[in-house]
């Protein structure tokens, strides 16, 4: 198939996928205030005739006489070199010929921009759009809390649009591990680290995995927010990067987070995925009969890895049982000192407060996460009518 062939089939996609989201007021926009446009010309002064357009958005206000919001769209499609700068530019000044109302030019691809052209793009406030059939652009994941979605303009209504409807619709390369694996994989990292001989020691091995591993870390304020949820921290693949806001670095919430995205690092670095799909993939729920999480798409395992991987890292579970058990036997309890029995007895409810807040000051972590590591390798016989496992873990994800 020939160059303008290929074109001519991702400008066609492009051009009925967005027909149809204004259709169904997937861009915040009714139908009868926008319209949609292919191969439609736009007077230039400069030319004294049209300039023709790959494809164009006009937006209508009610009983407006003329559209007050112009989106110019140009398709470029290739398999195998980047879009030069020069296209950019080139592209910019038709933009310019066309005057009289609130232009935004946009450049749509299946392949990647050079990075003069993304400059020039940024400066000139143009939007480019990368999307593959892998989608490997910028890829940004996240451990974020809920909080309320603020309103989105049309221009990242659009945008989103785009990237989710012409990018990949699943993750690419994900290995679903089991907790064993997940917790040998952690291991075999602290065993380098410290031999297993010690907790962590956040400050060092912030240090060791710089040095180990040529991974970045910036502590910063305000990480902005991703679908109304304020985001604590993330991993960015590109730039090899650890994100976290700097109000947790001091709390007990710290160890947890970093944990997570040090999860995503270890685990999911060769994943390919379209960012967009994958924040509109539902949260994982709890399963009452089955008391587990139900694993029902890719963002349901990716999360639920980076947060087991977590727990590992920071409350190794040898180190763990070696400390519990020590713990215990120093408070006089010596028949199973490795197990915990909870009722309404306030002598066991005591020494089970104890246990938990001892090992979190040892471990340097929440006393959620310690509930948590408890029951997770059923180390706790509850016969209070206490929450289980399941809101444990719920807290300790929103902690």
Known sequence: ??????????????????????????????????????????YSKDREKDIIFDLSIEIWPKNAKRFTILFLIECKSSNSKKVPVDDVEEFYGKI??????????????????????????????????EVYKDDTHSIILHRAERKLAPK?????????????????????????????????????ILEKYNNLSSPIEICSFIEYLKKEFKLKFEFTKNLNSLNGKKIKGYYDIKKNKVFIDNSIQETNQFPFVLGHELGH???????????????????????????????????????????????????????????????????????????????????????????????????????????????ELNLLTNAQNKPNIRSVFLNLRNE
Do not use: C
């Open 1 to 42: 198939m020939n160059t303008v062939k290929i074109g001519d089939n991702f400008e066609d996609k492009s051009y009925k996928l967005i027909l149809k989201a204004i259709k169904d007021f997937e861009l915040g926009v009714s139908p009868n205030n926008s319209k949609i446009f292919q191969k439609k010309g736009y």
């Open 96 to 129: 310019r010929q066309v005057a009289g109302v609130n232009v935004k030019g946009v450049m749509i691809s299946d392949n990647s921009f050079q990075s003069g052209g993304v400059t020039f793009a940024k400066n000139r406030g143009m939007m480019l759009i």
């Open 152 to 188: 989105k303009s049309i221009d990242e209504i659009f945008l989103s649009f785009i990237k989710k409807t012409l990018g990949a619709k699943k993750v690419i390369g994900l290995k679903k591990l089991s907790t064993k694996q997940i917790e040998s994989h952690a291991v075999s």
């Open 265 to 375: 690092f270890f685990l999911h670095n060769g994943l390919k995925m379209n960012q967009e799909v994958y924040n509109d993939f539902e949260d994982s729920e709890y399963d009452f009969f089955t008391d587990k999480f139900k694993l029902e798409n890719d963002k349901n395992w990716i999360e639920w890895q980076a947060n087991k991987f977590a727990i590992s890292l920071f409350l190794p579970k040898t180190l763990f049982l070696r400390e519990l058990i020590n713990f215990r036997k120093e408070m006089g309890i010596k028949r199973h000192p490795e197990h915990i029995f909870l009722d309404n007895q306030i002598i066991n409810q005591k020494d089970y407060k104890k246990t938990v807040e001892h090992l979190s000051n040892y471990f340097n972590t929440s006393k959620i996460s310690v509930r948590f590591r408890i029951e």
